[in-house]
């Protein structure tokens, strides 16, 4: 499948359908998080941060063989299967996949963050695309952004920290008038 | 820059030669050094699938001269927006972005 192909796919609704359908839990992280908080960026991914206990990757397992989940690679367009268990997942930190519904990167620890239970802490409870999900506050986005330093990241860190500059002041205005 | 300067400058920041880069990606080398030329414009999809073949990747942002401006306004504008609107809408401005050729 062609990147073009993955994105024309991308709905990142159903992946997180598949998700709840499973009782996985984890936070939206990455751009999906950042425009849910009203950066004007655009994105081709979802990335989550699951929680790494035993019980909850036998669901995310589930969820990710439901989506026909698949290791992304640019050698092989079309993804390359892998053993969908438990145990494959709990192997590495970050998993980036292809699945019927685009693509979604697993990143267990995100750089600069310990993880979920770190997520979650800031998270805000959002609806994206009819399903209410755990979303990581845009000040961890960041943090976690500016810790990755790829150079991806640095070209979006500034407006991502005008982003969130403006709901501060957008915040302390509605607070004040109120 | 145009896409070819791009390409030719991704290809060897990524220390290829043509013919390694055109093996990579499934590309014919003589198309390769056509799209560096810029006798032949490649679509954004092909020279961002080019470029991944790099190890790189190409990134874009519309703006106006005034940026900080123009950042400001467009921030404002999807503000206003529910967080499941702003998705939506960014959704589909990425897949209109990347419409098939």
Redesign the interface.
């Known amino acids: 499948m062609?990147?073009?192909?993955n994105?024309?796919d991308?709905?990142?609704g159903q992946i997180l359908r598949a998700l709840e359908a499973h009782h996985v839990q984890y936070v939206v992280i990455g751009a999906?998080a950042a425009?849910?908080?009203?950066?004007?960026?655009?994105?081709?991914d979802l990335d989550v941060t699951p929680a790494r206990s035993r019980e909850n990757l036998e669901s995310l397992a589930l969820a990710l063989r439901d989506l026909d989940a698949k290791l992304r690679s640019?050698?092989a367009p079309a993804g390359v299967p892998f053993p969908i268990e438990a145990e494959m997942l709990a192997t590495a930190d970050s998993w980036t996949l292809s699945t019927r519904a685009g693509d979604v990167d697993l990143m267990f620890l995100p750089a600069g963050t310990q993880g979920y239970d770190d997520l979650r802490r800031g998270a805000r409870r959002?609806?994206?695309?009819?399903v209410v999900v755990s979303?990581a506050a845009l000040a961890d986005v960041i943090r976690s952004k500016e810790a990755a330093n790829r150079?991806?990241d640095s070209?979006?860190l500034p407006?991502l920290r005008?982003?969130l500059e403006?709901?501060r002041v957008?915040g302390r205005e509605h607070h004040s008038a109120t | 820059m145009v896409s070819g300067d791009l390409l030719h400058e991704a290809r060897l920041r990524a220390g290829l030669t043509q013919a390694e880069l055109a093996k990579r990606a499934g590309t014919p080398r003589s198309q390769i050094s056509r799209y560096e030329r810029a006798d032949v414009l490649p679509s954004l999809e092909t020279l961002r699938r080019l470029i991944r073949s790099c190890g790189l990747d190409l990134s874009f942002r519309l703006f106006n001269a005034d940026l900080e401006e123009h950042d400001a306004t467009l921030i404002a504008q999807v503000q206003s927006l529910t967080a499941e609107e702003r998705v939506d809408r960014a959704v589909r401005a990425v897949k209109h972005v990347y419409r098939r050729e």
Not at chain 1, 2 to 5: G, I, Q, T, W
Not at chain 1, 35 to 43: C, D, R, S
Request: no cysteine; hydrophobic share 45%; net charge positive.
């Open positions: 062609s990147r073009a192909a994105v024309a991308f709905e990142p999906i425009i849910a908080a009203g950066a004007p960026i655009l994105t081709t640019v050698s959002e609806r994206i695309a009819g979303v150079e991806k070209m979006q407006i005008r982003t403006q709901t957008r």
